[in-house]
């Protein structure tokens, strides 16, 4: 099974870990080099410990009056997940607007935030934020900022584009639907996503309410995948950077969210690996149903759009998603998302 888009990790080749920014008369370089993608073969992580999490959420007041003021403008894309916000600057808020926020990404599981100084306040401030939803995960194998293991760093230009090197040319497209780090004991919720650089058109991230993808079963189907088990897996990756060891963990196939109470679907085509219990072929054709579900979905999927100053929430446990390479290279996307992680999924 091909890795996940978010995981685009080149292998490590002199030219690489030594990656160097040039500029040249045409293009400039990227606007905030500070972020360019960072790889030291000699970084190393230990195993991930579990720890207690509380969600944020679960604090919060239901009518969220430090988030949703009266100068906060809400637009909805879809019934069922994705809202767009402005008017309100997530470095602003207290720590009840925080909650509130962890609250309002589990509800409608997608925020796109426009005009935020985000890209601006500094790593330690942005880091500080972040930890506000979780422990924030460190990832074993992409890129990320000298000094700043939290950062996943996203990058595609002309000069270093990460993301065919992982999903090649006989792919007939890019698309890969996944939820961030699910290999992990205790995965992503309440997940930020800023943007440094965005192409002129294109370059969207692909957003799908699992939620939903739940509720649209039958109930005869539903009941099949209660108390069902899926394996997830982090792989080793062609001699990449690999800082901590790959894991094989088991989740259930359907979780329920801490706060929100929603069940939602948590396979997902990048990581999910099997079900346990099943033999190959049984494994294989209900996992299959189950991508081919969740990316057919339109109707209860949206597009999330970048501009500049564009910071993107989301929450990990109720949606799955997936770059869109549509762009022309020429046109440089630079993203750094901060991924903190949730509870151990329970069903
Ligand atoms: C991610 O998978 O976390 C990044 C999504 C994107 O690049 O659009």
Known sequence: MAPSVSDIVPPVTDAIADLKL???????????????????????????????????????????????????????????????????????????????LALYAAERKVLIFRNQDFKDIGPDRQIEIAKHFGRIQRHPTSGNVKGYPEFHVVYRGSEHDMLKEIISDERINRTQWHSDVSYEKQPAGTTFFFILDQPAVGGDTLFASQ?????????????????????????????????????????????????????????????????????????????????????????????????????????????????TADFNLGDRRHAVRLTPQAEVPTE
């Open 211 to 323: 939620v939903e993808a739940y509720n649209r079963l039958s109930p005869e189907f539903k009941k099949r995948l209660e108390g069902l088990r899926a394996q997830a897996e982090s792989s080793r990756r062609r001699g990449g950077v690999v800082r901590r060891e790959p894991i094989l963990t088991e989740h259930p196939l359907v979780r329920r969210h801490p706060v929100t109470g929603e069940k939602a679907l948590y396979v997902n085509q990048g990581f999910t690996r099997r079900i346990v219990g099943f033999k190959t072929e049984e494994s294989e054709y209900l996992l299959k149903f189950l991508f081919d579900h969740i990316a057919k979905g339109a109707d209860f999927q949206i597009r999330a759009r970048y501009e500049a100053g564009t910071v993107v929430v989301w929450d990990n446990r109720v949606t799955a998603h997936s770059a």
């Open 22 to 100: 040039t500029a040249t008369k045409e293009d400039k370089g990227p606007s905030y080099p500070f972020y360019y993608p960072y790889y030291d073969p000699n970084e190393k992580f230990p195993p991930t410990q579990v720890y207690e999490h509380t969600d944020p959420g679960a604090k919060a007041d239901r009518a969220k009056p430090h988030l949703l003021t009266p100068e906060t403008n809400v637009t909805h894309l879809s019934p069922f997940l994705g809202t767009e916000v402005s008017g309100v600057q997530i470095s602003q808020l207290s720590e009840e607007g925080l909650n509130e």
